[in-house]
């Protein structure tokens, strides 16, 4: 921030564009239709407004779809095309830290200088022309529209899109000849908006089927894999099924994400990029899915660091003592990423040896695994692991759905949370951009919070009726150095503020110095974002 000549800040030139942006985000919940920026017949206007038809009829387009793990899928498939040669543009949501995540050319972030270029460059033309009929669009559908504009004007030979939301009427869905579409793991999320039923998800994630486009797939429960097959017969949409990928074709590498179910992604990706080599004429036919082996830029491409923050991410605290409060961010909110996210959290923390041990312990959610006393090799003792969740999702997600997967599926590898802390989304709160100032603590409302503590709190002791007075009867405070609990109980604790949550687990690092703490944050992937703005200060 710079001084202005009376001594006051004056926001840098990148500030006043995301103060621009932010002034596109009209409402919080996305289930209210009432905006008209979020019209998508409006799609055309804008798209006309900003000369963009034609120049989206020119880009060589790869669309995808999904609940979970399309935006693996389309990180993997820019860097495969990347290694191959391309110049590429990848489009993907939401950002965690800066909005400029969202627009990446050949792998990297867009300038600051560029950004500001493109987003003037949009925001100016269609302030001019916004009318009642025509209002400005609202925040996801400009940032589209600005991703149009910069992968046109940078003229990429590839680019990657990952739908925003749904797909039928996800603002990425003006693409009217994308070269292939493909659709990853499909599953219940966004039900207030897409539907109750995986048939009806999956109706809306095949939207974005074009005529005689080819359409890619991973194995989907039949509900969802009937309404695919039957979405792209009506079209004459050529779906194929994809198998996850073979590790052994990555000739001893790993992945460049972590998790077993990068696997899955990585075999779309693998299809999604050779058939779009092909339908561009760089590739006589696309590779088989069953073959022995990969091109060595498609093992690259698969393997090399590709940055994907906040899932399945290891982040020590930048605090005196890193190595002792250890964040482990995974933007899971889904049930079935629930499970994957506590899968791979219990095996990050645990060593060989001592996973086959717990992993034969009965369920039992009252005993905590900071008990366990880990050993050197030598036979000394070395400190103890506590592992504290740290959570918060929409309102609009059921936690008795998230929940008790994420703590039976942890429980079933032998690790227990000593302490769970739910906090509010700093950035709900929030314009886009880390120089606004968030809501202070008595601004914010944490009755949604409660409702997570009572769910939580009932999954730890066994679901007695526990209703608010019950819960309410084990209130207490932490002590008063820790900025104050607004309600602890045995086994969670509601914080005003993620601040707040994240000085308690400072403080207890301080006192507690013979204990390692492991904490899970998930639930929300602005969550995951709001914790990589605090610990990397």
């Not at 560029?114 to 996801?140: T, V």
């Not at 074709?249 to 990068?262: A, R």
């Not at 992993?359 to 880990?374: A, E, I, N, T, Y």
Request: with cysteine.
């Amino acid at each position: 921030m710079g001084e202005g000549g009376d001594g006051s800040s004056k926001p840098t030139p990148y500030e006043e564009a995301l103060d621009a942006l932010s002034s596109l985000i009209t409402k919080r919940s996305r289930a209210d239709t009432s905006n008209n920026g979020d019209c998508f017949e409006l799609l055309s206007d804008y798209l006309k407004i900003l000369e963009l038809e034609e120049p989206i009829s020119q880009l060589k387009i790869i669309h995808v779809a999904g609940t979970k793990g399309k935006g693996s899928t389309c990180t993997f498939t820019e860097s495969i095309l990347r290694h191959c040669g391309f110049r590429t543009g990848l489009f993907t949501s939401p950002h965690l830290i800066d909005v400029r995540e969202r627009f990446r050319l050949d792998g990297v972030d867009i300038s600051e200088e560029k950004f500001l270029a493109y987003f003037w460059w949009c925001f100016e033309r269609l302030m001019e022309k916004a009318s009642d009929g025509i209002p400005m669009p609202s925040y996801f559908r400009f940032l589209a529209l600005l991703a149009f504009k910069i992968f046109a004007a940078e003229e990429v030979d590839v680019a990657i899109l990952e739908v925003g939301l749904g797909g039928k009427y996800d603002a990425t869905n003006v693409v009217k000849a994308p070269v292939v579409c493909g659709v990853s793991s499909l599953g219940y999320d966004h039900m207030e908006i897409l539907g109750n039923t995986l048939g009806a998800i999956a109706g809306e994630k095949a939207g974005i089927f074009k005529p005689g486009v080819p359409a890619l797939t991973v194995p989907q429960p039949d509900e969802a894999m009937c309404v695919l097959e039957e979405k792209a017969s009506e079209l004459n949409v050529p779906l194929q099924l994809v198998r996850p990928l073979d590790a052994n074709l990555l000739n001893g590498f790993k992945l460049g994400l972590e998790g077993e179910h990068q696997y899955v992604n990585a075999g779309l990706a693998i299809a999604l990029s050779s058939t779009w080599l092909q339908r561009t004429g760089h590739l006589e036919v696309p590779y088989p899915e069953h073959t022995t082996s990969l091109p060595e830029q498609f093992i690259k491409g698969l393997t090399a660091t590709v940055s994907l923050q906040g899932r399945a991410q290891i982040v020590p605290d930048n605090n005196e003592s890193p190595e002792d409060l250890v964040f482990y961010l995974d933007g899971a909110h889904s049930p079935e990423s629930m499970e994957i996210c506590a899968r791979w959290f219990s095996l990050s923390i645990k060593g060989d040896s001592q996973e086959k041990i717990l992993s034969c312990q009965p369920l039992d959610v009252s005993r905590s695994s900071h008990d366990l006393v880990q050993r050197k090799p030598d036979g000394k003792s070395r400190k103890n692991s506590t592992q504290i969740l740290l959570f918060n999702c929409m309102s609009v997600r059921d936690p008795q759905l998230l929940l008790p997967n994420l703590m039976k599926t942890c429980a079933s590898h032998g690790v227990y949370f000593k302490k769970a802390l739910f906090v509010p989304n700093t950035s709900v709160y929030n314009k886009v951009g880390s120089h606004s100032l968030p809501a202070t603590d008595s601004q914010v409302d944490l009755s949604w919070q409660f409702v997570l503590q009572r769910v939580w709190e009932n999954l730890m002791v066994g679901d007695k009726g526990g209703d608010e007075k019950s819960t309410g009867a084990i209130f207490e405070e932490l002590t008063d150095d820790t900025e104050m609990a607004v309600r602890s109980c045995e086994n969670s604790a509601v914080f005003p503020s993620l601040p707040s949550a994240i000085k308690w687990l400072r403080d207890s690092v301080r006192k507690s110095q013979s204990v390692r703490f492991q904490v899970l944050v998930t639930g929300s992937l602005h969550l995951i974002g709001d914790v990589l703005k605090l610990i990397k200060k």
